[in-house]
């Protein structure tokens, strides 16, 4: 139980030199991009809305700078193929790994982003892309280094109900959709960057929930509810709106795999408000919101006030590898076997896309899953690749009440899902699509609650 002096709403606050950017990442209409096995078609015809790429440079003012590269894209088939952009960005600024996130979004209706499509109609045109989605980073990044400023990141949590539970089970086969029977999580977590002068810079949105608003019937490119969520914002705000995709493996919208834009842009609305929302209660950028007193009334009465909070410059970047175990996997060779010899369309898909994960993965029986975890202020981020269900984000953030904790999905590569153990005795998308076996996500959770809890030590100690 806390003191009463200890009781305040959990705000993340860091003061730094930040600098921002966004480009344009629009693809060219004809590229490959059939994301959806029940799709009829593989190139899309026309932009619903266009795709960006956003840059958040931090410099701390004794510390290395950390760079966040957030862009409206699906999700890395081929590892070398991530790999081969971030470490050209890492080179080309001279960062250690541990400094640079490259987060998707995440969206399923975007280009393909895998150099192995490139003989399927309209895959001429993705190794040119990923060329110039490096090009488009550089410039970000570079942009974003050359207009820093001096001004302060402040996180506060909101609620949003966009985000649904989506493993239904219809007598006895999982399907993967809209679960009314279980309660989602539904935690956002809203960012606000602000100058030395209090002017607000950016707005930055942390929500865990599937783009599958859009599926096989849509023929348009478009980033999903994460555009409409962001024109929602930036119209109200006039300032850029960041998208970091959370925990989602296991949510999505209800209303969801439609053709019809609107009901995306109604689910990016919701999102957008409820950023707004979040925000109309957050004016105060350096005071908490905290218990003052008991007062005798008619009722004994606990009154609350905001009270200034000292902003924190401790900004620490680290990558930790948690080891977990993989699945009993074919070889590669007998799933492209299978797959070339595959006449029918749906189940050709899932192969190549097995291919694509066993062919990174190898002869491992191991897996490493690198965690970026950030120090920053009184927050800390995690990052990685995978498909985390949201349990792993709301454990974590369970067992540091007192720290506000950014989770990233899809971030420096992509593998599969990380599912609870409860889970892999179902017939269940997220376990067959996961190379990962059993106990993988417990694994992971535990590890980085042991890494927060040793940096947190470690201010204790400096302190």
Known sequence: MKQKDSFKDTTGRLAARFGLSQADITPPIGIYSRNWGAAAFDQATAIHQPLMM????????????????????????NAADEKALRFALLEHFDLDESQLIFALSHTHAGPSICSSDAGQPGGQLIVPYLKFLTQQAISCIETARSTLFKGSLIWNYGVCDLASDRDLKVDAQYLIGYNPLKTADTTLLVGRLHDSAQNLKAVICNYACHPT?????????????????????????AVPCLFLQGASGDLAPRRQYVKDPTIVEANGKQLGYAVLATLAQEQHSHKNWGFREALISGAPLACWEFQEQPVSTDFRQTVVSVKVPYKNLPSPEAI???????????LK?????????????????EAIIPVWIWKMGDAVLVAQANEAYSCYQMEVRAQFPDHTIVFINIANGYVGYLAPRELYDKDIYAVWQSPYASGSLEILIEQTNLEIQTLLTDETRLD
């Open 213 to 237: 608003s859009f599926a096989h019937e849509n023929d348009l490119i478009s980033p999903d509810f994460v555009g409409e969520m962001r024109n929602t914002v930036e119209s109200v705000l």
């Open 336 to 346: 492209l076997k299978e797959y070339e010899s595959c006449t029918d369309r749906v």
């Open 54 to 77: 956003h840059c958040l440079y931090i410099a701390s003012f004794d510390q290395p700078p950390a760079i966040i590269v957030t862009a409206d894209l699906g999700w890395w088939k």
């Open 349 to 365: 898909d899932r192969l190549w896309r097995k291919y694509n994960t066993c062919k990174s993965i190898g002869n491992k029986k």
